[in-house]
């Protein structure tokens, strides 16, 4: 606590100063106009979060907010969310510090790049639209570092601890032998009102009550989006509690269970789980065949590709021209494709000439594979965008795998990781959120 001590003597003496030289300065001249004093607003172990923060914070969820059409709720309660949600982050950033988590300035450029390209703006143009939601850059590449860091935590704190066996596969494979026909993706949204570990008896049961008082609003026809942003602990509060489209597999037993007899705009029964009680939306049900595990003969594509990304000091248009110079070097020079994605390539897979090995449909991003699928083997692509960068493409052959049995188990694996690695994560969240001290100093808290 003494970092805190410290910040608090701070701010004390910066006020007093402030204080003391408008004092001193009315004698010879008009007193400054007085300047906001930077509070603390909560302390996350022994880490100040302070106003300005919270501050630049709630503007991005209000922008945030706006952009997804969903009514504010009122300002002190989203200012509490928010504030919640930063506690939450700030202790996992502090977990991630402790543990050696990095993420270098290469990787926050990428990201970034991507989400203007995927907005349909320049870096330029998506700077001055932060700019004029009241959002510096600089914030914002701070949090989306802060983003990552996260997402390589729980990659490491609780992804890659998850187990799958063989016999969980066995009997994975043997429930959907008979459903890739009529298999269904749901659209899902949630509010989750967590409890904490070793809660009494009495706060169990009044969480309850919360949760029950937000199911009569939503029978009577309050906003779903609303509330969520309101009420609810899970990270996607602020975009109005959205799960997005998930089929059966990536979803947590106890959500599959409540959901799937509803029809679209039910409400499920309050489902209780370690983490807390969980308020369901079935948003919408279609069809999700494509992706299903193989039945039949699949076709392989054996292809290698050269990355570039675009960045300060390579524009788009210089990433094109260069892969146009790549590729002209190989369709008319003749020199190895293999050999400049060594050189070029800002790929993993540049160590090995760009190969990508066999892949199966749906393994690669749909801009990258509706290219590929277009090439004969030995062809050349153009420049081809996708979420990770500009792609050259060169397809060396094709194969048709008749019995996919390896293909099947190992997505077999990974949708079942999906789905125990997101009841881990919100119980590893639960654990850390209660563990974590918290001391709130807003006035409203």
């Known amino acids: 606590m003494n970092r805190i001590k410290e910040a608090s003597k701070r701010f004390a003496c910066a006020a007093a ?22 509070r603390i607003v909560a302390v996350v172990n022994d880490e100040a979060i302070s106003e300005s923060e919270l501050q630049a914070r709630l503007r991005f969820a209000q922008a945030q907010l706006r952009r ?16 919640e949600r930063m506690i939450v982050d700030r202790a996992q950033l502090q977990l991630a510090r402790e543990s050696g988590v990095r993420v270098d ?16 703006m320049s870096p330029q143009q998506f700077s001055e639209r932060l700019s004029k939601e009241g959002i510096s850059l600089a914030r914002f590449r701070a949090d989306v570092r802060d983003d990552i860091v996260i997402t390589r935590l729980r990659d490491r704190e609780v992804d890659s601890r998850v187990q799958i066996s063989e016999g969980e596969i066995d009997n994975f494979l043997a429930e959907q032998a008979g459903v890739t026909a009529g298999s269904v993706e749901y659209n899902l949204a949630q509010i989750l ?3 904490p570990d070793n809660a009494s008896t009495e706060r169990i049961e009044a969480t309850r009550r919360q949760a029950e008082d937000l199911m009569a609003q939503l029978r009577s026809g309050a906003d779903f989006a609303r509330l969520a942003a309101s009420n609810s602990a899970s990270s996607e ?6 799960l997005g489209w998930r089929t059966a597999e990536r979803l947590p037993t106890l959500f599959l269970q409540a959901i799937k007899d509803l029809t679209p705009g039910q409400l499920a029964p309050l489902v209780r789980s370690p983490g807390g009680f969980h308020i369901l939306k079935l948003v919408g049900r279609r069809d999700a065949t494509e992706g299903r595990l193989a039945t039949g003969p699949v076709e392989q594509t054996r292809a290698r590709h050269i990355l570039l990304r675009v960045s300060e000091l390579t524009p788009e248009a210089d990433v094109r021209r260069r892969l146009l110079d790549l590729r002209e070097r190989v ?25 990508l090995g066999w892949v199966y449909p749906g393994d690669t991003v749909p801009e990258f594979e509706r290219a590929m699928a277009l090439l004969k083997p030995g062809e050349v692509s153009q420049p081809v965008q996708s979420p990770f960068g500009w792609h050259l493409i060169q397809v060396l052959e094709r194969r048709t795998d008749e019995s996919p049995i390896e293909r099947n188990r190992l997505a077999a694996r990974q949708a079942l990781r999906e789905r125990k690695g997101e009841e881990a994560y919100l119980e590893w969240i639960r654990q850390l959120r209660d563990r974590t001290y918290v001391e709130y100093r807003l006035d409203d808290a």
């Open 193 to 195: 009102l967590r409890v």
């Open 17 to 38: 100063l402030a204080i003391a030289c408008a004092g001193a300065g009315a004698q010879v001249s008009a007193p400054p106009a007085p300047r906001p004093l930077d």
């Open 105 to 120: 300035d290469a990787t926050v450029n990428a990201t970034v790049a991507r989400m203007a390209e995927q907005n349909g």
């Open 237 to 242: 509060a602020l975009s109005g509690g959205s």
């Open 68 to 83: 997804q059409k969903i009514n504010l709720p009122p300002d002190a309660v989203l200012r509490r969310q928010v504030l």
């Open 331 to 355: 369709v008319k020079g003749g020199q190895d494709f293999g050999q400049l994605a060594r050189l070029h390539s800002l790929d993993s897979t540049a160590t090995r000439g760009g190969d």
